[in-house]
């Protein structure tokens, strides 16, 4: 199977989003009001979103450990400063206004984060089919615009993750699939659905929460998942 048979879905997901982007950058000037509130419609749906994919039957003890140690680790590495000092370069590069971070932080999370971006990517990686994330790409592609609109260029950036992200799972399912089923991606979309949902309530100005800082957590639910199922937790 070609490469290209493989990376199809991933490179339309990531024009998709790149598109929509583009087209929210180009409606950006509308009225202050109008995109605070979109800015504040936004958050509340980040929010709502991530709460039921935490809420969508999760192993608690799963999630708790996997934030706790995540939370421990990113906060070591300073990853959200990193990232802060990463988008600022892009930002000083390409422009942008101080809701670059913010953006390219929840674009990257709602879209990558997610069992439909993992078995998506998976399903082209190993049959060559693209159902998934072709009916992905529409999805990201329309939430760009909106993220785009109320964000700026921080979104065009994200559109870069998507792909990537994607096309290194597809490439990489042939030999890891049996480390990605259900036990595995279940936390992953639990405590996904936890930063999506504080990176929701930032956006309302509820909470400020270093969210970059919690993003190991993804990587502990993972490992923490596929242990528990390999000893029958």
């Known amino acids: 199977?070609?490469?290209?048979a493989h990376e199809l879905g991933p490179l339309v997901n990531g024009i998709a989003?790149?598109?929509?982007?583009?087209?929210?950058?180009?409606?950006?000037?509308?009225?202050?009001?109008?995109?605070?509130?979109?800015?504040?419609?936004?958050?509340?749906?980040?929010?709502?979103?991530?709460?039921?994919?935490?809420l969508d039957r999760p192993?608690?003890?799963?999630?708790?450990?996997?934030?706790?140690?995540?939370?421990?680790?990113?906060?070591?590495?300073?990853i959200?400063?990193?990232?802060?000092?990463?988008?600022?370069?892009?930002?000083?590069?390409?422009?942008?206004?101080?809701?670059?971070?913010?953006?390219?932080?929840?674009?990257?999370l709602v879209w990558c984060i997610g069992a439909m971006a993992v078995l998506g990517a998976i399903q082209s990686g190993l049959t060559g089919k693209d159902t998934i994330l072709f009916t992905k790409s529409a999805l990201d592609g329309?939430?760009?615009?909106?993220?785009?609109?109320?964000?700026?260029?921080?979104?065009v950036l994200a559109a870069a993750s998507v792909f990537i992200y994607e096309?290194?799972?597809?490439?990489?399912?042939?030999?890891?699939?049996?480390?990605?089923?259900?036990s595995v991606i279940a936390p992953l979309t639990y405590v996904g659905g936890v930063l999506i949902a504080l990176i929701g309530l930032n956006m309302l100005g509820a909470t400020k929460i270093k969210v970059g800082n919690l993003?190991?957590?993804?990587?502990f639910a993972m490992l923490i998942g596929g242990v528990a199922a390999s000893v029958r937790l």
Request: charged fraction near 10%; hydrophobic fraction near 60%; proline fraction near 3%.
């Open 1 to 4: 199977m070609s490469f290209f």
């Open 17 to 54: 989003a790149l598109v929509g982007a583009l087209l929210g950058l180009l409606v950006r000037r509308i009225p202050e009001a109008v995109r605070n509130i979109v800015q504040q419609a936004l958050g509340a749906a980040a929010a709502l979103i991530g709460i039921s994919m935490a």
């Open 59 to 78: 192993n608690f003890l799963i999630v708790i450990a996997s934030l706790a140690l995540g939370a421990a680790l990113g906060q070591s590495l300073q």
């Open 80 to 108: 959200e400063e990193r990232l802060e000092r990463f988008a600022e370069r892009m930002r000083q590069r390409f422009g942008g206004g101080g809701t670059f971070v913010e953006g390219f932080m929840l674009a990257t």
């Open 142 to 155: 329309t939430s760009a615009i909106f993220f785009a609109a109320a964000f700026g260029p921080g979104v």
């Open 167 to 182: 096309a290194a799972i597809a490439a990489l399912a042939a030999t890891v699939a049996p480390l990605l089923g259900a």
């Open 215 to 219: 993003l190991p957590a993804i990587l």
